[in-house]
C-alpha cells in the first residue's frame, strides 16, 4: 500500500507559501506558511499533520489490540503533541506525546496499560518517528 500527498511552494523560507493536498482529496490545497508553521497564521503545517497521523494510527491499533484481547471500547480519545525544537542551524521532532483517555468496560487497568503500551510501539507512525515518544493513558 503506498500513500501519497504533494507539496507546492512559491517563494522565500519566510515570506513564501505553499500548499499541501493528499490523493484522498481530504487535503486540497490546504495552505501553509512560516507563519502557518511558526506564528498563529490560519493553515496547517507539518507537525501538526505528524500529531493527527500519529493519534490516529495509534487510538486505531489500540483499537485492534482491545478487539484481539475481547474487549470493545465505548470510546477512545487520543491527543499527540509534537514538539518542533531547534537544532543546530534547523530544527528537529524531538518528541510525541501522546495523551489517551478512554473508556472500556470490563478491563482493569493493568490490562489497559500493557495493551496501550502494545499499541504504541506497534503502530507503524511511532515506528517511523525518530522521536522520544511518550503515552499518558487513563482509563476512566
Not at 500527498?5 to 507559501?17: I, L, S
Amino acid at each position: 500500500m503506498i500513500r501519497k500527498a504533494t507539496a507546492v511552494w512559491k517563494g522565500t523560507g519566510r515570506d513564501g507559501t505553499g500548499h499541501l493536498s493528499s490523493e484522498s482529496g481530504v487535503l486540497a490545497g490546504t495552505p501553509y506558511s512560516f507563519k502557518t508553521r511558526f506564528e498563529n497564521e490560519k493553515g496547517t503545517n507539518p507537525e501538526e499533520l505528524i500529531a493527527a497521523a500519529h493519534a490516529g494510527c495509534f487510538t486505531m491499533a489500540l483499537a485492534f489490540g482491545l478487539q484481539m484481547a475481547g474487549f470493545t471500547p465505548d470510546e477512545l480519545s487520543t491527543e499527540a503533541a509534537v514538539t518542533l525544537e531547534p537544532e543546530g542551524k534547523g530544527f528537529k521532532i524531538s518528541k510525541s506525546a501522546l495523551t489517551l483517555r478512554a473508556k472500556v468496560p470490563n478491563l482493569d487497568d493493568a490490562g489497559f496499560a500493557k495493551i496501550a503500551g502494545e499499541a504504541e510501539k506497534n503502530c507503524p507512525v511511532s515506528k517511523v518517528l525518530n522521536a522520544a515518544i511518550t503515552l499518558d493513558a487513563k482509563l476512566g
